[in-house]
């Protein structure tokens, strides 16, 4: 070929090289500034619609928060709908995370209510069953005010504004003209009526007569000291989910906003969809943001120590049990105390009431005492469910055992380990408000140590300081500052605050009471295999000549039982149980496959071999 045929030849090879590069370069360049990856993202994560989002970036958009200089994905309405949709995948986040804690409240609150029901129904019948056996003549008209007795009880661990001493007095200020008239002196029997004026002066008397000895006085010191903490346990319960409320109505300012919509979206405008926060730099936007919370750091840590300390003076030495189980030996020790000291008692009421053995019912008082009984407070503040006498009592009404104190193989379900599986879940939750900050940059949500945005660029690792948790740490915070606190939750502080103030300074003793022994061991209270009567255990219980209290043995046969109410005894009702999920392998099969393991391993260390 000739010289010019070649040079031609070059020079067309050439002219088509340039042409295929300036049409690679032009695909290439519409692929780069096109914004379907965006869309797509946006799309996904239902940030709003579609329309928002442009086909192709443009360039000098007037934008607010995601400026930069170049080329576009974003319009005014695009960043104004990413906005709205950081601050609620945010607060989402946030309720996701204290949902657990705010559930083991809620759901231990009402199991611990539901348990404290059936132990007062369980004492109530106990009591029933004793009065029944013991004194017949009396049982019949003292049931209204057993009944109303435990009601009120029950009203008072539950929250309501009821007086446990009040509630006492009132019982035996109203069982005294029964006692009066049936085992003082039960020639008179048929003599009094209830609501008679001398029936209202024996009432009214009976705090200044002392018939029953002190033993109401010890009852109600033994009642208000084990109730008392039951029913502040219920009330930190629902202090605890109050606490959790607040992080679920969180709010936050247009500075926290500002900068979470710069931390997770504006990455996006520059067409960036697959880059992640820096580590240190969403700490810092998380930590500023959520300044308010942190500051509940302090007093959730110090309720959760209360919670623990009440749970335990509750369960810990099955006070609230034998406290309730024991109404029935005050009672008891009451009534053998009136038989004993009637004359006396007899003698006083005559000069005070006019009333004696020999003298016809309805008598006028011949003088009217000074003696006040005190009124019943009222519980309108709460309305937990009322006992129903006849139908709730009925698999109550004959019971022979006391409540298994200590829970034996056949029976693990109740105040203790209700108590103890609550405990065990409290632990992982006492720094809940501290580290939820950086809760949030976990996952997938930020990276470290790896090419990230730093909401100005993408760059190898974050630069600027991170700063700590807490108010004071903000004013060094490198990406806003934080001026203020939410006033909501200042508020939450305030009141954990106050509650546990105000619950050490009627409790004190609770700061004395050491950890439950035991929590996390996986050891269940009664799994061995000896149980005595010393336990507690299902099979034990006082006897109508044991005296619960620690006292002389009480000899008071039991009235022969009338024929329609005799009942077996082989077969005595039990306490409703709360399930309680959870337990333990038995040793037998741990054994097992600790010598299938030791088998395998030899094996593998011979073929290696």
Not at 502 to 515: A, G, K, M, N, S
């Amino acid at each position: 070929m000739s010289r010019g045929g070649s040079s031609r030849l070059n020079s067309r090879s050439a002219v088509w090289s340039v042409s295929l590069a300036v049409f690679l370069m032009s695909v290439i360049d519409a692929d780069a500034y096109s914004c379907q990856e965006v869309r797509t993202v946006f799309q996904l994560r239902q940030v709003g619609p579609l329309n928002r989002v442009p086909e192709t970036p443009g360039t000098d958009v007037d934008l607010l928060i995601c400026k930069h200089k170049g080329p576009s994905c974003c319009t005014r309405r695009t960043e104004e709908s990413y906005q709205v949709a950081v601050k609620r995948e945010t607060l989402q986040n946030v309720q996701s995370y204290s949902y657990e804690s705010k559930h083991l409240f809620s759901t231990h609150a009402s199991a611990f209510q539901d348990m404290f029901q059936a132990l007062m129904l369980f004492s109530q019948g106990h009591l029933s069953s004793f009065l029944e056996d013991t004194y017949m003549s009396l049982f019949h008209h003292a049931k209204p005010h057993v009944h109303q007795l435990f009601s009120s009880l029950s009203q008072y661990l539950h929250g309501a504004n009821v007086s446990v001493e009040t509630t006492v007095h009132r019982f035996f200020n109203s069982i005294f003209p029964l006692v009066y008239e049936k085992l003082i002196n039960p020639d008179m029997e048929g003599s009094l009526m209830e609501g008679s004026e001398i029936s209202d002066c024996l009432s009214t008397i009976r705090q200044d007569v002392k018939p029953f000895g002190d033993h109401p006085t010890l009852m109600t010191q033994e009642l208000v000291e084990a109730l008392g903490a039951g029913r502040q346990l219920g009330l930190a319960l629902k202090e605890g989910v109050e606490a959790m409320n607040a992080t679920e109505h969180a709010s936050f300012t247009k500075d926290c906003e500002k900068n979470l919509l710069k931390m997770m979206y504006c990455s996006h405008c520059r067409g960036l969809t697959l880059f992640k926060p820096c580590m240190g730099y969403c700490q810092n936007v998380m930590r500023g943001c959520l300044v308010s919370l942190s500051e509940l750091d302090k007093p959730w840590r110090q309720h959760i120590n209360l919670v623990e300390q009440l749970t335990i003076a509750v369960a810990g030495q099955h006070s609230l049990e034998l406290a309730l189980l024991g109404v029935r030996g005050h009672i008891n020790e009451a009534l053998v105390y009136a038989e004993r000291h009637g004359p006396l008692t007899t003698a006083t009421v005559d000069k005070v009431c006019g009333l004696s053995t020999g003298e016809p019912a309805g008598m006028q008082s011949s003088t009217s005492p000074e003696v006040t009984t005190p009124s019943m407070t009222s519980a309108s503040s709460a309305a937990p469910t009322q006992f129903t006498s006849d139908q709730e009592l009925k698999q109550f009404a004959h019971l022979r055992s006391p409540i298994p104190l200590k829970p034996s193989k056949k029976n693990k379900h109740n105040l203790r380990t209700l108590s103890r599986d609550f405990l065990m879940n409290l632990e992982p939750i006492k720094s809940f408000f501290m580290v939820l900050p950086d809760t949030l940059c976990r996952g997938d949500a930020a990276v470290e140590d790896s090419t990230c945005w730093s909401g100005h660029d993408i760059v190898k690792s974050y630069a600027s300081k991170v700063v700590g948790t807490g108010f004071y740490a903000q004013q060094q915070n490198p990406e806003f500052k934080v001026r203020s606190m939410d006033p909501r939750v200042v508020e939450v502080k305030e009141r954990l605050e106050h509650f546990c103030q105000e619950t050490l300074e009627r409790f004190p003793y609770l700061e004395e009471i050491e950890d439950w022994e035991g929590i996390g061991s996986g050891e269940e209270d009664g799994s061995t295999e000896e149980c005595d009567d010393e336990d507690g255990c299902q099979n034990s219980g006082y006897g109508p000549e044991e005296n619960p209290h620690g006292g002389v043995p009480i000899e008071r046969k039991p009235q022969e039982r009338q024929p329609e109410g005799g009942i077996s005894e082989e077969n005595p009702s039990k306490p409703p149980p709360v399930r309680v999920i959870g337990g333990s392998p038995s040793a037998f099969w741990l054994q097992s496959c600790s010598l299938a393991l030791l088998s395998a391993g030899l094996g593998l260390q011979w073929i290696l071999l």
